[in-house]
């Protein structure tokens, strides 16, 4: 039934939900609790880091699986398909779940990262690690008077790809993408995850025509390299958005600032560097 999986409520919760109307998911979850070494955690505070890199206390954890599945049943309901459980799980903790609700959040990456030993890929998907470190540049950026940029990063239709391809070609663009950033960029430059398909530059000394040139070579190296992982021979595209920190704005301001003008911008036209 479950393939001796020792999971407490594997058939209530997984199985029973998941195997008949999306077996991509409920194999890729079975592949997971496989592959992966729970010992004393809870398994689905473990199984909704992988999905979302949210740590969940284990008291809450069941409760929050449950909804992930509520959640993807009424995204079902209102777009008439399949929606696969990592953009279900997503969805729920950026637009429903209480902020508050979260604990102190943990590392997550892909998993070519802990076999690869890349720790600063591990740095980059801290959750929240993006305002902590654009908080403390702009304080620097005013002491000293010196420009601090930003760049956000959108992969192009990555939830999609995730649903037709399976994770393991997901986690594979985004290691992918990292890896293109991390090249690109200084030792002083900062890389952070924003959300799930969304990534940060946080640009010491770094006025927006710099920031700018900096996004246009991303954008071509994004689509380009990513043509070599199977599966995709086209490649994957990324919107992105760029702008200067002004010395009187707040961090969250200018993060509102610099997310609107990549949505608004993707509404018109993808594979594209707008200025905020």
């Known amino acids: 039934m479950n393939d001796n999986l020792k999971i407490d409520n594997f058939k209530e919760l997984i199985e029973d939900p998941l195997q008949k109307t999306d077996s991509q998911s409920y194999d890729f979850i079975k592949r997971f609790f496989k592959e992966t070494r729970i010992g004393q955690q809870n398994p689905y505070s473990v199984l909704i880091q992988r999905l979302t890199g949210k740590s969940i206390p284990p008291r809450d954890a069941k409760t929050s699986w449950r909804h992930i599945l509520e959640n993807k049943k009424g995204m079902e309901r209102k777009l008439g398909r399949t929606v696969g459980i990592q953009a279900a799980a997503i969805d729920f903790f950026e637009t429903q779940q209480p902020s508050d609700f979260l604990a102190v959040p943990t590392l997550q990456a892909p998993d070519t990262a802990a076999k690869t030993g890349e720790e600063w890929i591990q740095k980059a998907y801290t959750p929240g690690y993006y305002l902590e470190k654009l908080k403390e540049e702009m304080l620097r950026a005013k002491r000293y008077k010196h420009a601090l940029s930003s760049i956000m990063i959108d992969i192009d239709e990555f939830r999609k790809v995730n649903e037709v391809l399976g ?8 290691t992918v993408v990292v890896k293109i950033i991390k090249r690109a960029i200084r030792t002083v430059d900062i890389l952070t995850r924003y959300s799930g398909d969304r ?78």
Not at 167 to 174: A, K
């Open 167 to 174: 994770y393991e070609v997901g986690d594979r663009i985004l």
């Open 199 to 276: 990534f940060m530059l946080i640009l010491p000394n770094t006025n927006k025509r710099e920031a700018m040139e900096l996004a246009e070579r991303l954008r071509a190296s994004i689509n380009e390299k990513t043509k070599r992982i199977e599966a995709l021979p086209t490649g994957v595209t990324a919107t992105l958005s760029v702008g200067q920190c002004s010395k009187d704005e707040s961090s969250n301001d200018f993060l509102k600032k610099l997310e609107s003008t990549l949505i608004e911008g993707k509404k018109s036209k993808r594979d594209f560097v707008y200025a905020m």
